[in-house]
């Protein structure tokens, strides 16, 4: 699977974004997709995560109650509505796909997604 994100860009802190994320090539299977990012200076971390079907969902903490993953698989498209941005949330953004199920009780993990996008740069000024 192919990925592209977009919709990155220089936003001020409690503005709002919307990421797109667009699969191509072998997109049949029911699997599940995910945004991850990379803050500057620091590892990789998971913000949100989607099964096939959209029945459920999952979100780390500091993007809980903001940040709301979607996915239109008409499409072939996976979303990430980021609301209430702070300053914290700037970062390199990946799409994942070809996430199976959930593996670990803790949550998605970036070992988990066998597909990545390129990313997309969202910087939020203060």
């Known amino acids: 699977v192919q990925l592209v994100e977009s919709g990155g860009g220089l936003v001020q802190a409690g503005e709002s974004l919307r990421l797109s994320c667009v699969a191509s090539g072998h997109t049949g299977s029911r699997n599940g997709m995910g945004w991850f990012r990379r803050p500057p200076g620091k590892d990789r971390e998971f913000v949100a995560a989607i099964t096939w079907d959209g029945s459920r969902t999952y979100y780390s903490d500091s993007v809980k109650g903001r940040f709301t993953i979607s996915r239109d698989n008409a499409k072939n498209t996976l979303y990430l509505q980021m609301n209430s941005l702070k300053p914290e949330d700037t970062a390199v953004y990946y799409c994942?796909?070809?996430?199976?199920?959930?593996?670990?009780?803790?949550?998605?993990?970036?070992?988990?997604?066998?597909?990545w996008g390129q990313g997309t740069q969202v910087t939020v000024s203060s």
């Open positions: 994942a796909a070809d996430w199976p199920r959930l593996m670990n009780p803790e949550g998605p993990r970036s070992a988990d997604f066998a597909s």
